[in-house]
């Protein structure tokens, strides 16, 4: 199957993002001690870490005590990521989250996309949200930019041609009003900042199931492809 201009894009800088994987690991490790009082990851068992890249959140989810999944449809990324998470038990698929993954309804307690969102354009964030409301029992989590912005991103964010620029201009509205199929994606967002450029937006899941994804969205079979 032909890769989508992310996918390339991925594949192609995968070598030098897992350069990152350290420096990555100590910056989550301190986002997730800030954002505590407000997601004790400690209360839970398992998570899916939606466009897990190279793994690092992974690695730090896994020494948290948690059961993790990743998911990327990178396969270069997901190959650093077999690498560097070797001989932990994770769990890594090439999945992608605008199709519906081989997940039961409510089988996973949290569900977190880091930096995943803003590279989405609106219709595919509002599938995203959907997908991993459906997927999640306590919470949903998207960790990404806020409003401070700085030049190296902006530069950078330019370059890649998501949806940057307009995510950050509307990311909490657009997850509280978010509706698939006239249901609502989430019954509440609560914004916790951390002290740099992201935020965690942490979304409460409503009852959404697999028969309420959309009929075109049904109709298409998963790309997910297990190891
Ligand atoms: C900026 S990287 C972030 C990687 C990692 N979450 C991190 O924080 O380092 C974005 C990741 O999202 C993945 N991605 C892009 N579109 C996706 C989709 N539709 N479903 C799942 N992952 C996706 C990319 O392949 C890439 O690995």
């Known amino acids: 199957m032909a890769q989508s201009s992310s996918e390339w894009l991925f594949n192609t800088i995968a070598p030098v993002y ?48 948690l059961s993790v999944t990743g998911i990327d449809p990178a396969a270069g990324m997901l190959k650093i990521a077999r690498k560097k998470l070797a001989g932990h038990t994770i769990s890594l698929l090439q999945a992608n989250i605008l199709e519906p993954l081989p997940f039961a309804d409510k089988s996973i307690d949290v569900s977190i996309a880091s930096f995943v969102a803003h590279g989405l354009k609106p219709e595919e964030r509002r599938k995203m949200y959907h997908e991993m409301s459906r997927v999640s029992r306590s919470i949903v989590v998207i960790y990404d930019y806020n409003q401070r912005r ?35 994606c989430f019954s509440a967002v609560e914004v916790v900042h951390t002290t740099g450029q992201a935020s965690f937006y942490l979304c ?19 790309s997910a492809t297990a190891d």
Not at 158 to 178: K, N, P, T
Not at 207 to 220: I, L, N
């Open 150 to 184: 700085s030049p190296l991103t902006t530069l950078l964010e330019w370059l890649e041609r998501g949806d940057y620029f307009r995510f950050i201009q509307q990311a909490e509205s657009e997850m509280v009003h978010c509706l698939s199929d006239l249901k609502q």
């Open 18 to 65: 897992g350069l990152f994987f350290n420096y990555q690991r100590r910056q989550f490790k301190r986002s997730l001690a800030q954002g505590k009082s407000h997601l004790d990851l400690s209360n839970f068992k398992s998570i899916l870490d939606v466009g897990c890249g190279t793994g690092a959140l992974c690695s730090v989810l896994h020494e948290n005590g």
């Open 204 to 222: 409460t899941p409503t009852e959404q199931t697999r028969s309420d994804v959309s009929s075109s969205a049904a109709a298409s079979s998963s």
